[in-house]
C-alpha cells in the first residue's frame, strides 16, 4: 500500500529523513576515516583475488604510458573551472564572467554533469600515478566547489543533499507521477539523470579512496542520503504525488529507453553501505534492480536483449536493449553480490556477460550495431551471434566496451576463468589503446565516440562533452589497474597482463618489476625484489601457440617445471623466492586468422592479441577478398608467406599493408576482408576439386535479420577443416587430416569418391610444396 501523500509531504516540508538515526554526512565521513579501513573499499577488496591500488603499481616505458601521458596532458591544461559553471547556475552561485561550459553534452541540455564526475575520477587517477600535485589541487578546488554548491542547495531542494547540473526536478521527474522520458524539453523530458548523479558520486568517492579527501566522502554522502529519500518517498512536493515509489515504479522508470539509464549507480551505493556500514544504502542499491524483464532473464539465462513485438516483455522496453545502458548495471549487481552474498546477482552478472562475448563481439572487442530489418540505432545491442550481418560505419560504442572491461574484471576477482583476461586483454589493447589519438592536442581529449568496422571506415576524434569522452579520461589515467591481482591471503601473485610495470607488494615485503617493450616486444622479464614462499601464476594467453615454443618460462635462466604451459591457462610457479629472482616469459605473436561467428568467410587479422587492419579501402566500400591457405606450410604459419613482416609492427598481404588498430590516426581502414578459397590447393598445386562448405546452419540467429535465412546452410570450407588442425609435425600428419576430412566430406555427401582420391593423393604429392 502507498504511503499517505499528506505524511509524506510533511517529512519533505521539515527536509528532514524518516530514519531517525542516520547519521549526517559529516560525522559519517569522519567516522570512515578514523577506522583502519582496508587500502581499497572498491570492486573487488573482499573477494577471493582482489586488485592492487593504482598507487601500488607504476607503469614503464611502452604503448599504455605513452597513451596515458597523451590522456594526462589534456588534464592537465584543460580549465577546470568550466565545469562548475552549471552546477553554480544551479545553485544560485556567481561565475567568474567569461568562463564557458565545457559543451558538446555539457552545455545546460539535460545530460549535463556527467563529465565533472568523470573528471574528478581522472584527475584523482592522475595524481595517484606518479604523485603530481598539479591534478591533486584541480581536484580538491573542484570538491571544495561542489561541496559549497551542494551547501547553496540546502532548503531548496525537495529532499536535502542534492548535487547537479541541473536543477533536481530532472532528475524527481523520471519517476512517479510522472515518469518522464527521453527528449529535448528541458520542462517535461529528462536524459539519464541517475546517470549523471552516478558519474558524480562515483568521481568523489575516487577522490576519496585515491587521495584521502574527506571533503568528497561528505559531499557523496549527502548525495546518498538524497537519492535514499529520492527513491523510496519520491517527488513528495508534486501535486499528484501516489505516495511512496514501489517496485512496480522502479522496474517501469528502469526499463524507459534512455530516460532510465542509470550507469552503474547500484555500484556506488553498495560501496557506500560498505564504507558506513548503514544499510540504507544497500537498499538505495538494489532499488536499482531492473526486475521487470532484464534481471530475471539473466538469472534463469534467457537471451532478451533483443526481442520482436511479440516476445517483448515489460512496458516500455524498446525490443533492441540500448547496450551502454545496461552493461553498468550488472557491474553494480556484482558489488550488491559482493557486500551481501546473494547468489543471484553474480549469476545474472555472469550470464548477462555471456550473452555478449562471444556472442555479440566483434573483432576489437566492441559490440553493438545496426543490421538488416532493425531500427536505425547503433548504439544497440545486435541479435545474438549476428556479427558479420551487423559490422556497420558506426556501432562499437567506446565506453560500452570500457564498461565491459569492468565487467570482465570484476567477475574474475570471484570465478579465475582466464577467459575474462583474454577478453580485458582484447578490449584494451584494441579499443581502449584506439581509442585515443597519437596527438599531444590540449583542446579537446582526442577520443572516440564509435568504433566502426566497414571496409574503408576512420575514426572521429574529439568528443568533449560526450559518454566516450568521459569514460575516455578514465580509460587512459588507470592501465595499470588489472596488470596483477593478489588472493586474498596474500599466499599467491596473478599475472594477467605482460607490460612495463613496478608492482610494490608492501604488506608482502615483495616488488616485482616488470620489463617489456610490448607490444614491440614479445619477451618479458619479471624480477623479483623480496624473499618468502610465494605462489605466482603467470597468464597464458588464450592467441599463444599451442606448440612449445608458444609459451616458454625460465626462472633465473633454467626451464621452469611442471605441466606444458596450455593457451587460455594460468601456469604456476610455486617456489621460495630469493632477491633477485627472475621470470623469463617468450610468447612469440603469431599471425592468427579469426571467422566471424555467423559466417565463417568474414574474417580478421591478428598478431598475437593485435587486431590488424588493412590500411585503406581496397574493396571500395566492400569487404576487400584474400586468399591465403596457397600459401600456407606444414607449421600453419601465415607470416611465412601469405601475411609476412613490412616494417615495425606492419605487415603485408597481397600488396596491402596492415597496421595495429591502436595507432591512434583518422586514416580509412578496414578491419574485416572476406576469404575466398574457390579450390583445394595444396602450395602452388591445384587439384581441380572445388573447396565446397559443409552445412553449419550458419547464420543461426534468434532474431531475423532480413534477407538472409536462419538457420542457414553456410559453414567450414574443407581447407578451413584442413587447416585449423595445423601445424602438423610431420606431412604423413598432414594427409592423414585431408584423409580424415576428405572421407567426412565424402559421408555429407559434398565430394564424390574421385574427388576424395584426387585431393588425397595431390596431398600426398605435395611434400616438398609444404615443407617449411
Not at 596457397?630 to 613482416?645: E, N
Amino acid at each position: 500500500m502507498r504511503a499517505s501523500a499528506v505524511g509524506m509531504a510533511s517529512v519533505a516540508a521539515t527536509g528532514s529523513s524518516p530514519v531517525a538515526s542516520a547519521e549526517t554526512p559529516r560525522a559519517a565521513a569522519a567516522r570512515v576515516l578514523g577506522q583502519n579501513l582496508p587500502p581499497d573499499v572498491g570492486a573487488g577488496s573482499t573477494a577471493p583475488i582482489r586488485p592492487f591500488t593504482l598507487n601500488q603499481v607504476a607503469l614503464g616505458p611502452g604503448l599504455f604510458q605513452q597513451k596515458r601521458d597523451l590522456m594526462k596532458n589534456f588534464i592537465r591544461h584543460y580549465d577546470h573551472r568550466r565545469f562548475l559553471v552549471l552546477f553554480n547556475n544551479t545553485a544560485g552561485r556567481p561565475n567568474p564572467p567569461g568562463l564557458a561550459v565545457p559543451g558538446g553534452w555539457e552545455d545546460g541540455g539535460l545530460l549535463s554533469g556527467h563529465w565533472a564526475g568523470h573528471y574528478l575520477t581522472a584527475l584523482a587517477q592522475s595524481h595517484v600515478d606518479q604523485d603530481e600535485q598539479v591534478f591533486k589541487d584541480k581536484l580538491d578546488w573542484m570538491v571544495g566547489e561542489l561541496g559549497e554548491c551542494q551547501d547553496a542547495l540546502m532548503g531548496k531542494t525537495v529532499h536535502p543533499g542534492y548535487l547537479g547540473a541541473l536543477p533536481e526536478d530532472v532528475v524527481l521527474r523520471a519517476g512517479p507521477p510522472r515518469f518522464a522520458q527521453y527528449g529535448g524539453d528541458l520542462s517535461t523530458n529528462t536524459w539519464a539523470p541517475w546517470y549523471t548523479q552516478h558519474k558524480i558520486m562515483r568521481g568523489l568517492l575516487d577522490a576519496f579512496a585515491l587521495t584521502g579527501s574527506q571533503r568528497a566522502l561528505e559531499i557523496a554522502l549527502g548525495m546518498a542520503d538524497w537519492a535514499h529519500l529520492a527513491l523510496t518517498l519520491g517527488d513528495v512536493r508534486h501535486p499528484d504525488y501516489p505516495g511512496s515509489v514501489t517496485r512496480d515504479d522502479l522496474n517501469l522508470m528502469w526499463d524507459t529507453y534512455i530516460a532510465g539509464e542509470y550507469g552503474g549507480a547500484n555500484e556506488v551505493f553498495a560501496e557506500i553501505c560498505t564504507l558506513t556500514g548503514d544499510d540504507r544504502h544497500l537498499q538505495t542499491a538494489k532499488c536499482f534492480d531492473n526486475r521487470e524483464s532484464l534481471f530475471g532473464a539473466c538469472v534463469d539465462n534467457r537471451d532478451i536483449l533483443v526481442t520482436t513485438d511479440a516476445t517483448r516483455p515489460g512496458r516500455r522496453r524498446p525490443n533492441r536493449l540500448h547496450a551502454n545502458t545496461h552493461v553498468p548495471n550488472f557491474v553494480g549487481y556484482l558489488r550488491i553480490f559482493e557486500r551481501t552474498g546473494e547468489e543471484e546477482y553474480r549469476v545474472a552478472a555472469k550470464n548477462f556477460f555471456g550473452m555478449v562475448v562471444p556472442h555479440r563481439m566483434f573483432a576489437h572487442g566492441g559490440t553493438s550495431g545496426n543490421y538488416p530489418g532493425s531500427n536505425d540505432n547503433p548504439e544497440m545491442f545486435q541479435n545474438r551471434d549476428n556479427v558479420a550481418n551487423a559490422i556497420g560505419s558506426t556501432g562499437a560504442e567506446s565506453c560500452t566496451t570500457y564498461n565491459l572491461l569492468k565487467l570482465a574484471r570484476n567477475l574474475f576477482f570471484f570465478d579465475p576463468d582466464p577467459a575474462y583476461l583474454d577478453y580485458y586483454e582484447r578490449g584494451l589493447v584494441n579499443m581502449i589503446a584506439g581509442q585515443r589519438a597519437d596527438t599531444d592536442t590540449v583542446e579537446d581529449p582526442q577520443l572516440v565516440y564509435f568504433q566502426p568496422l566497414t571496409p574503408g571506415s576512420s575514426r572521429d576524434y574529439g568528443n568533449t562533452g560526450t559518454c566516450c569522452g568521459g569514460t575516455g579520461m578514465e580509460n587512459h589515467t588507470k592501465y595499470q589497474e588489472t596488470i596483477y591481482f593478489r588472493s586474498a591471503d596474500g599466499s599467491t601473485l596473478w599475472v594477467n597482463l605482460y607490460a612495463a610495470s613496478t608492482l610494490t607488494w608492501a604488506d608482502r615485503g615483495f616488488t616485482v618489476t616488470q620489463r617489456t617493450d610490448f607490444p614491440r616486444d614479445h619477451r618479458t622479464t619479471l624480477t623479483v625484489h623480496g624473499s618468502g614462499p610465494l605462489d605466482i601464476k603467470l597468464r597464458v594467453p588464450g592467441w599463444v601457440s599451442d606448440t612449445p615454443r608458444g609459451f616458454v618460462v625460465l626462472v633465473n635462466g633454467r626451464p621452469a617445471a611442471g605441466s606444458p604451459a596450455r593457451p587460455g591457462s594460468y601456469l604456476t610457479l610455486s617456489r621460495t623466492w630469493s632477491p633477485g629472482d627472475t621470470i623469463e616469459v617468450s610468447m612469440p605473436f603469431a599471425i592468427r586468422i579469426e571467422r566471424a561467428i555467423d559466417r565463417p568467410d568474414t574474417q580478421s587479422i591478428f598478431w598475437g592479441p593485435l587486431l590488424m587492419p588493412i590500411l585503406g579501402d581496397p574493396g571500395a566500400g566492400s569487404f576487400r577478398e584474400l586468399t591465403l591457405y596457397r600459401y600456407l606450410k606444414l607449421d600453419g604459419d601465415y607470416s611465412t608467406a601469405a601475411i609476412t613482416p613490412s616494417g615495425d609492427q606492419t605487415f603485408t598481404t597481397a600488396g596491402l599493408t596492415l597496421r595495429p588498430h591502436y595507432v591512434g590516426d583518422a586514416q580509412p581502414q578496414s578491419p574485416y576482408f572476406r576469404r575466398v578459397e574457390p579450390d583445394v590447393v595444396f602450395g602452388t598445386i591445384n587439384t581441380g576439386v572445388p573447396n565446397r562448405k559443409r552445412d553449419d546452419n550458419l547464420p543461426n540467429y534468434d532474431v531475423p535479420v532480413q534477407g538472409v535465412d536462419s538457420p542457414g546452410d553456410d559453414g567450414l570450407t574443407f581447407l578451413d577443416v584442413v587447416w585449423d588442425a595445423a601445424p602438423f609435425a610431420s606431412h604423413g600428419d598432414f594427409v592423414r587430416r585431408v584423409k580424415q576430412t576428405a572421407d567426412d566430406w565424402v559421408s555429407a555427401g559434398l565430394f564424390s569418391g574421385v574427388e576424395r582420391d584426387t585431393v588425397i593423393r595431390y596431398a600426398a604429392e605435395a611434400e616438398r610444396e609444404l615443407r617449411p
